[in-house]
């Protein structure tokens, strides 16, 4: 076998099957090439260990329309920026990666750079940490606090647990409470913490977020506040609708899952469903959501997106990161997870889609190396900054 262009390798099934062992016949193929080019075994292991870490990202299988969009996509970027010699590119510490998504696969390229951490003090990820405010105005430190009881309020009683939720309990007779008795959660830069409502209604809040919510529901609906990221998991009431301001808009649900994205910070205001069904309502505008859409609020226009991948929205949730958007959005979650401020050195290429899937419980370093994989980016952490470099 002759050098070959990355084109000319990723558009062969047979190294895939290989790789992944799917098909005895090509990976008796490889094995052979391998014995005769000794020279090469180091550089085709790297990318055959690439290919299934990025592929455990995901359980879908490589099919044949993957391929066809795969062909597609190395066509538009050879327009773009050329081919080049595949072990050439190689000799000079390059990988190439495949992950499988929801829309085929996707063509990554990673340098030998490597991700500088001034004083090797590399930034340990975020973890459970919330401040919880009583209706008295009383705060209380989660990450202090006890595991079990840690307040009791009008008859309902806050329990906190070991990973990381509190939990309300209201007495059967209710107490005596009053209507305009909020409570408010609020997770720093760097926390994430977990409340169980009064009305059993699950929340798991992200980063630089808060959620405001009543101690007793009443009435004929069930409205929370939320500020940042909250993922819902509504207990279901058909007499009272579960309602969910935010960024202007309000979501209202009977029971569903869905995920709210609201930080300030960021222009965009999704409401992505993941069960059931939702109403998005901004002004007069009101939109009904079904699995897998996203409503987006930007510059006061409330639009739908079709066949969002609620894997990636619900990640956080679930433990790890797992993106497929620009550079500055990806930077904006590292930084409240991480707590740290992002300085660029160069202007990021809005068009440029970045992907890959790593665990939040990972050090900074470790996320970063990642979006290295993916283009021409370099990163260099020094104290609570990350600098951003070509």
């Not at 959660?185 to 913490?193: L, S, W």
Request: proline share 2%.
């Amino acid at each position: 076998m002759q050098d070959k262009d990355i084109g000319q390798l990723v558009n062969q099934e047979s190294f895939l099957n290989y790789c992944f062992k799917r098909n005895d016949e090509d990976v008796r193929y490889w094995e052979k090439w391998l014995i005769e080019n000794p020279g090469h075994q180091q550089e085709v292991e790297n990318l055959k260990q690439m290919l299934i870490l990025m592929g455990e990202g995901s359980r879908k299988r490589i099919t044949e329309a993957n391929f066809a969009q795969l062909q597609k996509k190395i066509k538009r970027s050879k327009q773009g920026a050329g081919a080049y010699p595949f072990w050439r590119k190689w000799s000079i510490a390059a990988a190439v990666a495949l992950v499988i998504s929801g829309t085929g696969l996707l063509l990554y390229v990673n340098t030998d750079k490597q991700v500088e951490i001034a004083g090797n003090q590399d930034i340990e990820p975020g973890g459970h940490k919330a401040t919880l405010i009583l209706a008295n105005g009383q705060r209380l430190n989660l990450a202090d606090a006890q595991n079990g009881s840690i307040a009791k309020q009008s008859g309902v009683r806050i329990r906190k647990t070991i990973d990381g939720q509190i939990i309300y309990e209201v007495s059967e007779t209710g107490g005596n409470i009053s209507a305009d008795e909020y409570n408010i959660i609020e997770t720093p830069v760097g926390g994430e913490y977990q409340v169980d409502l009064p009305d059993k209604t699950h929340v798991w809040l992200n980063s630089g977020s808060s959620l405001r919510y009543p101690l007793k529901f009443t009435g004929n609906e069930r409205r929370v506040e939320l500020r940042g990221e909250g993922y819902f998991e509504v207990a279901h009431n058909k007499a009272m609708p579960f309602k969910v301001s935010s960024g202007g808009q309000t979501v209202e649900v009977l029971g569903t899952h869905f995920n709210v994205t609201a930080y300030e910070d960021e222009k965009v205001v999704k409401t992505t469903l993941l069960q059931g069904s939702v109403k998005v309502a901004y002004g007069d505008v009101v939109k009904l959501l079904v699995p897998g859409q996203q409503a987006q609020l930007t510059k006061n226009k409330l639009n739908v997106v079709d066949d969002v991948d609620v894997e990636d929205v619900a990640a956080w949730k679930n433990g790890y990161f797992k993106f497929n958007e620009s550079l500055e959005s990806i930077m904006n979650k590292i930084s409240r997870w991480y707590g740290v401020e992002v300085v660029y050195q160069m202007k990021p290429d809005a068009d440029l889609t970045y992907s890959g899937k790593i665990s939040r419980a990972r050090k900074i370093s470790a996320i970063l190396k990642i979006i290295e994989f993916n283009g021409d980016v370099h990163f260099k952490v020094e104290g609570r900054k990350v600098y951003v470099t070509k």
